[in-house]
């Protein structure tokens, strides 16, 4: 059941945001100087800038702790995919870090 949450989250998150983005490369490019001005354009846009730059720390964080303890292969793939986004980065690694407890539960 989790894992499907998972996976709805992750491609909910993954979906939803590029369809906000890719119109934006498709007009200005990779234009990071207009991203940023457009991110920080108000205050509450600021807000949410601010609060996603901090959550992708806690996300990596997370991802490095928790991957590691549990020894999960190709942590990389999840920083990655958590510098895209958290809303992919973290449904993904929820996703892979739920299949290799319950793999490591029917172990037991």
Same mark, same amino acid.
């Given at each position: 059941?989790?894992? @499907? +949450?998972?996976? @709805?989250?992750?491609l *909910?998150? @993954?979906?939803?945001?590029?369809?906000?983005? +890719?119109?934006? *490369? %498709?007009?200005?490019?990779?234009?990071?100087? $207009?991203?940023? &001005?457009q991110? /920080?354009a108000?205050?509450?846009?600021?807000?949410?800038?601010?609060? #996603? %730059?901090?959550? #992708?720390?806690?996300? !990596?964080? /997370? +991802?490095?702790?928790?991957? @590691?303890?549990?020894?999960?292969?190709? $942590?990389? #793939?999840?920083?990655?995919?958590? *510098? $895209?986004? #958290?809303?992919?980065? $973290?449904?993904?690694?929820?996703?892979?870090?739920?299949r290799q !407890? &319950?793999?490591?539960a029917?172990?037991?």
């Amino acid at each position: 059941m989790l894992q @499907t +949450i998972y996976l @709805t989250l992750f491609l *909910l998150g @993954t979906g939803l945001q590029y369809a906000q983005f +890719i119109p934006f *490369l %498709i007009e200005h490019g990779l234009d990071v100087k $207009l991203f940023v &001005e457009q991110l /920080f354009a108000n205050q509450i846009s600021s807000f949410f800038g601010i609060d #996603v %730059i901090v959550s #992708v720390l806690v996300v !990596l964080m /997370f +991802i490095a702790a928790e991957g @590691t303890r549990l020894k999960m292969r190709y $942590l990389w #793939v999840y920083f990655v995919g958590a *510098l $895209l986004g #958290v809303a992919v980065g $973290l449904p993904l690694f929820l996703l892979m870090r739920q299949r290799q !407890l &319950e793999a490591a539960a029917q172990l037991d």
